[in-house]
């Protein structure tokens, strides 16, 4: 597995900031060690530093994921931290997340009326399980369908679910947000869409998808 790039802070111009906040770098370093510490736990799980968005937040971070089961590519994911110590409307504190996943699924899975109430209770549930305190989220659950015609008439159909969520980060009061169980839940939530066990307690799962040939990646 190639080594991961660290996590990269947001370039800003220095007349908006003179320079990362202490507390935006903390976040930072915590997002890396909790990163580290899922790539010792699954190793199905790979992590890379990515450029993050300049535009939605003063400071921000991102993070890449991607599963991989026996040379398959079968999840994908970015997790992104935003800072703004001033705060921003809809946000409950100076910290949002935005986290996105993609992963295959079997047609009939993806066909089932219930599968974007499951996939956002994985979320939802993942949070929880970590203790990680969050409020205002928002998001949606996409099913994608790509068949081909024409010279690409005989591959087969694919399946794939997608999940685009933010949340804030919240404290009981101690000024630590606990950012690396965000990233985490975030994980946890890649890892059993993509059909990874063991699952926690309480969570729900969909079949996981067969094997297929490889696929080229695409960008989310």
Known sequence: MPPSRALRPAEVPADRHPGA???????????????????????EI???????????????????????VAGNEIGWGRF?????????????????VIGYVRAELEPEIAADPLVGQVGWSWLTEAL??????Y????????????EGFGTKQEEPVA?????????SP?????????????????????????????LPAGVAQLRPPQSR??????QP
């Open 21 to 43: 906040d202490p507390a935006f770098r903390a976040a930072v370093a915590e997002l890396e060690a909790a990163a580290a510490d899922q790539r010792q736990r699954r190793p």
């Open 46 to 68: 790979s992590f890379d530093g990515e450029p993050p968005p300049r535009r939605l937040a003063p400071q921000a971070a991102a993070v890449a994921a991607t599963v991989e």
């Open 80 to 96: 992104v931290l935003l800072y703004d110590p001033a705060g921003q409307d809809g946000w409950a504190g100076p910290f949002r």
């Open 128 to 133: 929880e399980a970590r203790s990680a305190g």
């Open 135 to 146: 409020a205002a989220p928002s998001g949606t659950v996409t099913r994608v369908v790509t």
């Open 159 to 167: 399946t794939e679910f997608e999940m685009r969520a933010s949340w």
């Open 170 to 198: 919240t404290t009981a009061g101690d000024d630590d947000f606990e950012l690396g169980r965000h990233l985490a839940a975030w994980a946890d939530t890649l890892c059993v869409a993509s059909g990874l066990p063991p």
């Open 213 to 218: 040939p490889p696929r080229v990646r695409r």
